[in-house]
């Protein structure tokens, strides 16, 4: 049976389906009765849910949070939709179809890898086409790579958004690399393949976006200078030794990428091939961002609401 | 004959030739005979010249600014070239080799002027093709288009440098346009072609490159929208009326393009067309910065010199 | 009769006037029924609105946003001040006191009409009184000055600002101009006139205040420098041609009257009266912003609360 | 006998007259002679002089810094003028035309203090009275007062530019309160009487101008409030309390007068009267900056030089 | 009888005890009868109150705000907690245990005082030692350095938090001190004594923690610096002449230690001793915000919530 | 024999010892005589110097830099000193005093290094003390450590500088440490001995101060992270697995340490101890850089010249 979508419910409905459960507390009414207050939510939004002739025993079986499954009844209640809950059951993770408490990209993820695949397969330097071999060979951590959000918010905030951003990374510098021929391909290439690699790390999505302990401590830019240096060593112990020079140039790519100290880098870029990456990174995740925020506004307007990170409203109507 | 560059010329040779003559001065020795500094240069460099008995007639007939046929001969002088000017006359500006004098493109300016043509000429939009055909079709501006330099300094600082680099930023738009469908491609271009046009208003360049009155006062976003403006009400007397809304967007592009208020731009980016050109714009223009610093680097450092624009040195050693 | 506004509003009372009506929402009840929410406002403020027993077809006819006339009754509910509708028809907006709805200058408009043209004739430069002369024909254009607001918010932001604002100005250069004899009193008197001119472009005005498309994409100070080139042309076209100086000088305070690049200009002041007028601007434009937030503080404090644009609360005690 | 001053000196003339001179060095040339280099100048600049067989006990009697009277001639070393000295004598301080030496105002400093005096006599609150007139009976300070300069460099600084400045702003205030009703003018007068007061403790100016200690570690805007602390305490000690709200007004319009925390005020302005001043002072500060630099440019160009603390060349040419 | 402290109220209770009362307001309900709205709160929370049949003349006698009596019951009102009062009388501030209505240092005031008083005891320069001597011998000034608090917010924002402030920054100082030599030490302790002295002028905290109108307008940097002036003065007239070469390395210590323009210092750090006792100030301000911060937060997440005064969250969890 | 150091010589001397030659030029006279310009230095200054009749091959023979044997003789030119250089020979690096050329802290690296060893032998936590221990067993790296400087300039910059200040900054928090309970000791000590570890990779000190590639393009605070981690692998390659929590505290103490993202920081304070460590070692940079440029300022006044840096002068004069 389909999830009824959190956005799709009406008022008056019967409700018989499985939502994230966060922040249950426990209260006692005026009269002393004890009560639930819950939220309830999937990936297309969140509603109050309250259950009247609530138990300790119910409330300490919770997981805070998680998932459950729901019999109760939607709603209005001071014009604002409720869900009234009269059953509530825990379910484990492995049994939800995570789809639909994630966002996903909704392009096809193993077309998006193998073309990935297939663009840094044209890196032609031994020594990067051995790291980007070896990152490739590493199944657990491709897996990750493919599931993994771009971001937190912002942009590409979804499963799969590193996998798109990159790949639509590496597209881009497949098309213009040959209009700047000074700048060295197969670093730029190799440097947009694992500049955010450290997300993988530094992001948990399970059951919602957040950041690990890993991640806020030392954030992906470092993550992934230090999983570059593993793998290197990993090199250098099968007898593949890669030169400090190579890792010099590719680190920093990676630590420039943001292309300003107040975005978290530790250094400005420094060479042709960091200021490439910085810039296509950038003006993919600013096109993503602005689309995404055009795509979705609600209202008839002309205009978005205002978007602080970009410091302006955006404008909708098309001129074709 | 060809000409002896600044940069070419070795002490002791005798001197023959053309060059810029800037901030001649009449002074008079301790022993009061008139002798008469000056510099003198070419695009190369610029080296001191004394006039040894000069009088104050011919002082009074040099232009400040001009060019000046020189017989002499270089001389070290405290370590340092200097040239001694036995006779000076001046030169009409037709006469001169203007090549001599001003860094020129390299590349083939003909070809981009084509490619240009070429590219905007995919523009399927009725109004936005109106106005672009009103740009071609106006001979003097092209001409100027042509042969304005990029900037004062920074990037593209050389005759030709608009073109080319509104030329390679066509090129890149047109590599990854079909990458983001939701962009509309004929604002797109459009933008590129007129975002820096106010530069032909802004700029001197027929002896050296300078900022004309308008272009310190008003700048070349400004002068840019002007001309934009002034072609649409040309069109509008022939009866094509260009919508407002057309011009909104493409203005808006103009406006917005140097990205951040602090570089000039009286509004921020605001459309997913103007975030394009402005990131093609900057992309464009660091890499053609980045490059040129590399190549014109003199010493053997794997370093430039400090690049206060960009806060750093480059690094010039390649992993090929 | 007259409005009952907003404000003045008690519990218990009959209610049937004319109020503008925003947001309007067709929503169903727990039991079914259909009932409307909607905001009624006027210039004093806003309330909730519900009007139960409403149908689709009254929900359709309503504009949104419009004015309405309302039957009904005011009560509170969580005691909080709502209107409970009874009936509810549209009005058009040529029939509603628009004074009503929009705060208005409460300072006589033909007067400072008057004054403003009195202090500009003082102008003696025969291509500025040209230019001035030629705004000042242009009725429909004055009409819109004399109406428009100072800005959408923090100062002089009612019906008439822009002029109350522009005469406030003219006072004080009148004033001080005296005390600055080489500051070039036309050149100064011309650049307050027209600084913010473009506002009437930028600004729309009819039912609420809010920007139009081209305001928010490109801005008043574009939009004035605009206008003042096509004043120019049509006075070419007349015969009276403007040098490119006078556009240029009178263009560049224009341009540059914000004084910063954070504010939007996209020129920093570089004449003595782009500074006078950047100082005139500011320093009326903070006492006006600084009066109204004193005069309108609701509590008997001696502080204000904070101001953001202002980074401190004001204090409203005098010595005297 | 008239003072020749630098910057009229030509190559060749005998020197006889009382220069300041600074930084001697007494050095030994290649043949082990002694000789004696030192700049001497006065208000119109600065040459480099050079005085062959010195001795240690000329050299030790020299102040340094301190005036001289030199005998020698003026004459051109490579290129540049210098003056070489045969004989050098200490002059004392109180003998020497300071005029010739430290820049001062041009305007009428008796005249100017007079209008001081009749504005600031307008003041009617009994306690603002009280102070301002504690203020004007301390001859000592108002000797000061009469000349001090404006400020070290940037505007005003030449003797006599305090009072010029505060004079000015006094009248500008004087035009545009009739304009402002609701500000208390009595405040703003006392308020710029005051609000650079102590820059007489701030500034040393007997032979240069330069920092007191207690200036440089202190800074005039908290000496200005310290001075009148000391003159409130003064009058209470003869039975004229003056109320803490009145110093606390006055005292915040001293402290805030800077306008933002990077220009060294403590505290942002926060009314009216404190705005007021603040704009006042700025204007009249760069108006004077402005017109300086115009004035003193020694070109023939449309430009000045680049202004850096106004971050702009200045443009010269006038419309009328 | 204890205090019912706000945070410890359970619905259903009876309440009788003694809340600080704010904002009362009279209002009408539907029915047309006369009810009361106030908040009641101690130094644990703030929730709503509400009284029924509440009259004009018992809300005229009302503090606003003020300490009352309260007799009534707690309830849940739409799952928020809120006190109905049926009866209210107001209660002299001098009859309340002000510990239960302002957060308290929870460290021995006499002790720390002891200790403060033993640091700078070890002061030996004679004027340094006679100006702290005097600040001591205030008893009424110590008496209030005893009880204001540290800062409105952010860190020490409790009763006794400028004290133990202090004292904590001198036993930094005793401890590192030795370890540089060239740092004077009577400087850095006194400057340390006195930096925030003014803080007792600057804020009010007899019922809630506020500025006074002198702080909000002056400042306590300011105000520190006119209390080391009045106290020299006070010992000037004593006999004892404090050197203005003193004054000024003590004035300068506490004008700049808040070590940026932005943060409200007229001047920059200039002196081995400024930087230091800049430094400890910011180092026990920050730890002392941090520990709070981690302490206070009410989640189990190894996170606190975002810090927005020190732009991160805060990580909770140990390592030992 | 002593060497003869560079702001020692005068004029009129015979030289015979050894100097850094650093950009050596081979030019020809106006006669057509090839003649060699270079620098000569050593720690205390540079001079010009200049060798007649050179040849080709004694040029080509020379290190650029490096260091060279002169003979020669000091003399005036142009009131400036300069060499003449009659024979110059090669000197290998390994016969040269190194000490003559770069600086060196003149405190005793043996027991300053004793002093680190003890302080962090105080650590107890077992993971810390490895990873600790792993550093100190590492001969190589703790010789390079005891050697390096502490920065290119600003502050300790000079051999051992990074071991002075490691060491300075130890004993700074074994002071204060007891005053913070609730901070963990353990990561601190750990903490400040590794902050800056990384700058023996960044900073290259054999015949100069400069950044080697890797330092330029990664930088030391990447640099030591990366150190860290290649520790913790080698300790889990014995068996000693160090828990991520404990190398994410510890690793962030590093990435944070400058405080701000605009000094390099990727990551802002998030743990006391994180806060702890960059205030202790901003103090004790600053305090180093205020005494080192009071103690060289080698004019007489109260004041320093300008440190831009620090954004002010610094006042030498002290009250004792």
Not at 15 to 42: H, N
Not at 141 to 167: N, S, V
Not at 284 to 290: E, L, R, S, T, Y
Request: aromatic share 8%.
């Amino acid at each position: 049976m389909a999830h009824k979508f959190i956005n799709e419910i009406e008022p008056g409905e019967l409700i018989d389906d499985v939502y994230m459960i966060t922040e249950p507390i426990l209260r006692s009414t005026t009269r002393g009765d004890l009560y639930m207050a819950m939220f309830l939510s999937d990936k297309t939004g969140r509603l109050d849910g309250r259950m009247w002739q609530a138990t300790e025993t119910v409330y300490k079986s919770l997981p805070k949070p998680g998932f459950v499954h729901i019999e109760g009844r939607s709603e209005l209640y001071q014009n604002k939709l409720q869900i009234v809950v009269n059953n509530i059951s825990v379910i484990d993770a492995s049994k939800v179809a995570i789809e639909d408490f994630l966002a996903r990209t909704d392009r096809d993820v193993g077309q998006m890898f193998d073309e990935v695949k297939r663009i840094v397969g044209r890196v032609k330097n031994p020594q990067l086409k051995a790291l980007v071999g070896e990152f490739l060979a590493d199944d657990e951590l491709m897996g990750k790579f493919r599931d993994c959000p771009g971001a937190m918010k912002i942009h590409h905030d979804y499963l799969g958004g590193l996998l798109e951003h990159t790949h639509d990374m590496l597209q881009v510098a497949v098309a213009i690399l040959p209009l700047y021929e000074q700048v060295q391909a197969d670093l730029v290439l190799a440097g947009i393949f694992l500049h955010d690699i450290g997300k993988t790390e530094e992001l948990s999505y399970d059951m919602a976006f957040s950041y690990t302990d890993s991640g806020q401590l030392l954030g992906h830019i470092t993550q992934s200078l230090l999983m570059l240096n593993r793998k290197a060593d990993a090199l250098a112990a099968k007898g593949t030794k890669i030169d400090q020079t190579v890792l010099d140039a590719l680190g920093h790519i990676i630590l420039s990428h943001h292309g300003e100290y107040e975005f978290g880098s530790p250094k400005l870029p420094a060479t042709p091939e960091a200021f490439m990456v910085y810039y296509i990174d950038d003006l993919d995740a600013k096109i993503n961002q602005v689309i995404a925020a055009i795509d979705s506004e609600q209202s008839d307007s002309n205009w978005t609401g205002w978007k602080n990170a970009l410091q302006t409203k955006l404008y909708r109507k098309r001129i074709e």
